[in-house]
C-alpha cells in the first residue's frame, strides 16, 4: 500500500526558513506528479505546489510564489518543499500528496490527488 510519511515540520520565526520532505513508498513514483497542501484550522485543504513526475514542470499557489520552492528526487523516492521568508499565514499543517492517475498533470484540486500523508505542523510565529 502507499505510504506517503512527512518530516521537517516545526516552530520558525516570521522571515525564517523550513524544509519540509516526504518519502513515498508502495508506489511507481516517477509516474506520479506529487503535490503539497496545507490546512490550517477551520479552513479547507488548500494546494501549495505540485511536481511534475520527471521534475520538470511545477506549480505553485500564487500565496507562496517566490518563497517556496517544490522538488523531487526520483532515486529516492522524495518530494521536498523548501520554505523561505515565511508568514504566520503560512502556519498550517502540511500534507504531501500523490495524483490519483499516473501521468496526470493539470488539475490541483484536493480531489485529484488519492494518497497522503500523515501531515506536519508548520508554525510561524511573529
Known amino acids: 500500500q502507499v505510504q506517503l510519511v512527512e518530516s521537517g515540520g516545526g516552530l520558525v520565526q516570521a522571515g525564517g526558513s523550513l524544509r519540509l520532505s516526504c518519502a513515498a513508498s508502495g508506489l511507481p513514483f516517477s509516474i506520479y506528479t506529487m503535490a503539497w497542501f496545507r490546512q490550517s484550522p477551520g479552513t479547507e485543504r488548500q494546494f501549495v505546489a505540485a511536481v511534475s513526475r520527471l521534475g520538470t514542470n511545477t506549480r505553485d499557489a500564487d500565496s507562496v510564489k517566490g518563497r517556496f520552492t517544490i522538488s523531487r528526487d526520483n532515486a529516492k523516492n522524495t518530494v521536498s518543499l523548501q520554505m523561505n521568508s515565511l508568514k504566520p499565514e503560512d502556519t498550517a499543517v502540511y500534507y504531501c500528496?500523490?495524483?490519483?492517475?499516473?501521468?496526470?498533470?493539470?488539475?490541483?484540486?484536493?480531489?485529484?490527488?488519492?494518497?497522503w500523508g500523515q501531515g506536519t505542523q508548520v508554525t510561524v510565529s511573529s
Open positions: 500528496a500523490a495524483a490519483r492517475s499516473p501521468y496526470y498533470w493539470g488539475n490541483f484540486q484536493s480531489a485529484a490527488f488519492g494518497s
